[in-house]
């Protein structure tokens, strides 16, 4: 294929995806009321928000715009298996028939490691940090709490732990290319053990090493995990080995 052809190939799979998200949005912003509700369930569940009692908002365009974010984050996991799909179509021709069937059989596994990123953040992470964050020093203050303000957070914790928890498919698929090896990831284990409370730091909103340390953890498990899927990768491939010349024989 020409560089046009590529381009306008890129083209038409960005377009498709972008319909996706375009239509996963609108899903979204049908049942945009029963996301809201879901999402307030961390913080109802430690009592920080009752029951009867809904959040507030003080600009006039404030809720109008959190639902939009809320259901364009929809959208996105919603059409998380089409771009999957079309990201990996544009990229296989590229490859070895022995890699394109390695990364066709872990096209699932992107879209199931984004879910379970989210779930986990929803689930494990969320909790204890919202815990942390209304109750610390309530009984100096009581919390009104602003519906950008919490829905920014929940969408911002969901969404980069299910692109963090991306990270064991994205180091198998480098091995697998044979852009980076195994061994080199586990050269790279030490600074990533740094990345990753550097990482907590920056998507926990709190500063307690606790709520860090819930983020840091799983990334720490995840890139393991890649390494392991990394020397799955590269195993039982073959090194070039040196071809030896024929001894040319004198003449007596």
Known sequence: ??????????RRRLFISAIGVLV???????????VLVFLMQPAR????????TPLIYTLVTEMLGITMKVSLLGGFIL??????????????????PRERKYLFVFLPGITMAFLVGTAFSYYVLIPP??????????DIAAPMIRIGSYMNL???LLFWMGVVFETPILMFVLARLRVVTYSTFARWRRL??????????????????????LVAGP???????GIWLAWLAGRGEKKPTKEIAPVEESEP
């Open 1 to 10: 294929m020409t560089l046009r052809d590529h381009l306008s190939e890129l």
């Open 79 to 96: 059409s998380v298996p089409l771009w999957t799909y079309h990201l990996v179509m544009f990229i296989s021709p590229g490859l070895k």
């Open 24 to 34: 996963g949005t609108i899903i979204a912003f049908i049942f945009h009321r029963q």
């Open 219 to 225: 990334i720490i498990v995840l890139y393991e995990t």
């Open 129 to 138: 940090a919202l815990k942390f964050l209304l109750t610390f020093n309530s």
């Open 192 to 213: 990533a053990i740094v990345l990753a409370f550097v990482l907590g730091a920056l998507i926990t909103p709190t500063f307690d090493p606790i709520n860090q340390s």
């Open 154 to 156: 929940m969408i911002t």
């Open 45 to 52: 569940a430690i009592d920080a928000i009752p029951g009867d």
